[in-house]
């Protein structure tokens, strides 16, 4: 059974760019979910992807966007990059079931200069 | 508006000894626990969890307790391993329609010496 992964690992950009970041959600799960963790802080819900369509969203400006596909894996697209969007970004997927675990997986750190 | 919240940033505790962290929360509405270990560099993983409707969950060293009347839960590591150091945070989910949208404290970083 394969686990959540994310791409890139690191990731460099500057104020004002956009970045996409990439999940691929664990074999049999169907739901994906986005959280940003800040430095000293615990991980942020963004948003949830549900069969391909958003699923509830955390108190994140529209700037930050997501995709989910057929397959299930997942983008998370930030446009008009913030030094404050330096963040730990985390991808966890889970099945749709109630009381279901969210698997998480290693994260993308974005550095906004 | 912290509605999970862990008011110890650190715990250190000899090996072999019990750890116990703690978590309080603030939203009635939440009715399922989990509690995920994090090291450096790598995601949060999964641990153990409990819904609202126990008092008490365990799997192997750990135990999860649940008080909804204080609306407090808390985490037992026994006996504790040096393996464990790490940074532990607890979350909550409402169910319903804000199924899988976890809400986490600040964490606790747990260091057991040898």
């Known amino acids: 059974e394969t686990g959540v992964t994310q791409s890139p690992t690191h990731l460099i950009k500057t104020r004002g760019q956009q970045v996409t970041l990439r999940c691929s959600s664990q074999?049999?799960?169907?739901?994906v979910s986005w959280y940003q963790q800040a430095l000293g802080q615990g991980p942020q819900f963004i948003f949830q992807?549900?069969?391909?369509?958003?699923?509830g969203r955390g108190n994140f400006p529209p700037r930050f966007s997501g995709l989910q596909f057929p397959n299930y894996s997942s983008e998370l697209n930030v446009n008009a990059l913030e030094l404050d969007d330096s963040a730990l970004y985390l991808c966890a997927s889970s099945p749709r079931r109630a009381g279901e675990t969210q698997y998480f997986g290693p994260g993308t750190r974005l550095l906004v200069l | 508006d912290q509605q999970v919240k862990q008011n110890s940033p650190s715990l250190s505790v000899q090996e072999g000894r019990i750890s116990i962290l703690n978590c309080d929360y603030t939203n009635s509405m939440f009715d399922y626990f989990l509690w995920y270990k994090k090291y450096p560099a790598e995601g949060p993983t999964f641990l153990i969890s409990?819904?609202?409707?126990?008092d008490k969950n365990e799997d192997g060293r750990f135990t999860v307790f649940l008080n909804k009347s204080a609306k407090h839960l808390s985490l037992h590591i026994v006996p504790s391993q040096p393996g464990d150091s790490a940074v532990y945070f607890c979350?909550?989910?409402?169910?319903?329609?804000?199924?899988?949208?976890?809400?986490f404290g600040q964490g606790t970083i747990l260091t057991v010496h040898p």
């Open positions: 992807y549900y069969r391909e369509e958003e699923n």
């Open positions: 074999s049999g799960h169907n739901t």
């Open positions: 409990i819904s609202s409707i126990k």
């Open positions: 979350a909550a989910n409402a169910g319903g329609t804000s199924y899988g949208k976890l809400t």
